[in-house]
Antibody, heavy 118, light 108 residues
Framework: EVQLVESGGALVQPGGSLRLSCTASGFTFGDSAMSWVRQAPGKGLEWVSGFSGNGDYTYYADSVTGRFTISRDTSKNTLYLQMNSLRGEDTAVYFC???????????WGQGTLVTVSS | ETVMTQSPATLSVSPGERATLSCRASQSVSSNVAWYQQKPGQAPRLLIYGASTRATGIPARFSGSGSGTEFTLTISSLQSEDFAVYYCQQYNNWPSLTFGGGTKVEIK
């Protein structure tokens, strides 16, 4: 059974940093493309960042480029999102999801809440 | 960046009736569109991929169509569990993805 479990969400001050984790099980993590998607309170879904299956490429939405970094540790089956220079508009539930090429996001975690506020 | 625009923002439908949701891409994305359902407090669930292929376990009352820039999700006979928010998404340039703004299907 595929499982994705996010952690690391917290209340952080503007300008601060936070690292989210997503621990994966039930599939070959090292061969899989992964994504982070966020949802601000009462708003729609916004793709944030993606990691190619072979690990060679990373991708970011314009809104987070230069501030967020996606990475993974295949020995721990864990995906990370390092978030720096956080802003109020980064407040959201952050989901990690497995991306099946030419299919879409076929498995999702339950999400972790990041609140940026003073 | 490809912008996905969904309409309407809210759709009021009676149980048993048909619901038709629209999604337009700002440029051609071929058939590389997925649809998701999200209920309050839950993660989204993949319904349709390749514009028209149902994901595993999705009931036949859900169907998708379209290609290029115009896409449609149809729910043939709404059940109580179908009242939710629906999002389209393009993955023509995966891993870069974009979502539409969502359509809320509510009980009339």
């Amino acid at each position: 059974e595929v499982q994705l479990v996010e952690s690391g969400g917290a209340l952080v001050q503007p300008g601060g940093s936070l690292r989210l984790s997503c621990t994966a099980s039930g599939f070959t993590f090292g061969d899989s493309a992964m994504s982070w998607v966020r949802q601000a309170p009462g708003k729609g879904l916004e793709w944030v960042s993606g990691f190619s299956g072979n690990g060679d490429y990373t991708y970011y939405a314009d809104s987070v480029t230069g501030r967020f970094t996606i990475s993974r540790d295949t020995s721990k089956n864990t995906l990370y999102l390092q978030m720096n220079s956080l802003r109020g508009e980064d407040t959201a539930v952050y989901f990690c999801a497995k991306l099946q090429p030419w299919v879409g996001l076929d498995y999702w975690g339950q999400g972790t809440l990041v609140t940026v506020s003073s | 960046e490809t912008v996905m625009t969904q309409s309407p923002a809210t759709l009021s439908v009676s149980p048993g009736e048909r619901a038709t949701l629209s999604c337009r891409a700002s440029q051609s994305v071929s058939s590389n569109v997925a649809w998701y359902q999200q209920k309050p407090g839950q993660a989204p669930r993949l319904l349709i991929y390749g514009a028209s292929t149902r994901a595993t376990g999705i009931p036949a009352r859900f169907s998708g169509s379209g290609s290029g820039t115009e896409f449609t999700l149809t729910i043939s006979s709404l059940q109580s569990e179908d009242f939710a928010v629906y999002y389209c998404q393009q993955y023509n340039n995966w891993p870069s993805l974009t979502f539409g703004g969502g359509t809320k299907v509510e009980i009339k």
